[in-house]
């Protein structure tokens, strides 16, 4: 059985028991959380699609981490112009506990 789940404007395809790292959210670790827009679920080969789908995914908060580090940098050749910018996103991990 899976579920897709939007998620803070992204859709993941989400099962039991799985880790997931998502944008961050708010909580601590060992809080659990509650999706409802669940967008389509597979139940043994039956699709229930959209209005139909009336489960919610819970997970439990594992960790919070940074992701890789991004750096922005601008430079005007000759005119001795360099911007330099960088940063981290931040992503939860969390993990699937129940589909119902």
């Not at 899976?2 to 790292?21: E, P, R, S, T, W």
């Not at 601590?28 to 999706?35: L, Q």
């Not at 940063?87 to 506990?97: D, G």
């Amino acid at each position: 059985m899976f579920a897709v789940v939007k998620i803070a404007g992204q859709q993941f395809k989400v099962q039991q028991g799985q880790n997931l790292y998502i944008p961050h959210i708010t909580g601590k670790a060992g809080d659990t959380v509650e999706f409802s827009d669940v967008l389509l679920v597979d139940k043994d080969g039956a699709l229930s699609v959209g209005s139909d789908v009336k489960l919610t995914v819970k997970a439990e908060i594992v960790k919070e981490v940074q992701g890789d580090k991004v750096i922005a940098f601008k430079m005007k050749r000759r005119k001795g112009f360099r911007k330099k910018h960088g940063h981290r996103t931040l992503y939860t991990q969390i993990k699937v506990t129940d589909i119902a």
